[in-house]
């Protein structure tokens, strides 16, 4: 498929493709003129994918196959024949079962896996005068003690960014690689609580939170 400057727009396979963040990554594909090959658990269930067949180009450029992230090999047939996959927010086993299928297509370029920024910021050793960046990572013994987290490997084996959503034009870009911090600013709880509070006041949202001992820290984008 050609776009009004002539560039092939290939095809995309976005997993979760019915979640919030994920519905927005897809209409921003479908309207940069992207086939969109969408995982969900049931294609038949046409009330919760009401929101993806009304976006536009969806009739014409969009398709919602099944598969689960804890089934391995689930996504070999989603991912195959597709040069870019999306993955977000899934879990570690999840993420295996995705990457062993992205390994299986011989076409794929491009690999993206969206994460929070809790995998560079949950730790207590870090100095508060330097902004964390791309080289930061979250302490698994303090995600251990905290149970944030459960024990696991590293994945390795396909290489892995983090990408914004509100640019999906970061997906073609041969010199995009590693890790990107998109998380352009850092909002304590109580700030956040105090935003919503005087934004809905007819809402119960509490005044504060309990302060949690922790250093304070801000974000370092500048690879971005």
């Not at 992207?34 to 919760?48: A, F, L, S, W």
Request: net charge negative.
């Amino acid at each position: 498929m050609m776009d009004q400057q002539g560039e092939f727009k290939g095809k995309v396979c976005v997993t979760g493709a019915s979640g919030y963040l994920a519905s927005w990554l897809v209409k921003r594909l479908l309207l940069s003129g992207y086939q969109v090959r969408g995982t969900v658990r049931d294609p038949g269930n046409h009330g919760k994918l009401k929101h993806l067949w009304q976006l536009e180009g969806a009739k014409e450029r969009l398709e919602l196959v099944k598969a689960e992230l804890m089934e391995e090999g689930s996504f070999d047939e989603a991912i195959m024949g597709c040069e870019g996959v999306e993955i977000l927010d899934p879990a570690i086993k999840g993420t295996r079962n995705v990457l062993n299928s992205c390994k299986k297509n011989p076409s794929l370029n491009r690999v993206v896996l969206t994460s929070s920024s809790t995998a560079l910021r949950t730790r207590v050793d870090f100095d508060s005068k330097v902004p964390l960046d791309e080289s930061s990572w979250s302490s698994e013994d303090y995600c251990q003690e905290l149970k944030v987290t459960k024990k696991h490997e590293d994945i390795t084996d396909v290489e892995i960014g983090l990408k914004q959503i509100t640019d999906v034009n970061v997906v073609p870009i041969d010199c995009a690689h590693g890790r990107y911090l998109c998380s352009s600013f850092v909002l304590g709880n109580n700030d956040l609580v105090s935003i919503l509070a005087k934004r809905y006041p007819s809402l119960p949202v509490p005044e504060r939170f309990e302060q949690l001992d922790g250093p304070d820290f801000e974000f370092n984008t500048s690879k971005l």
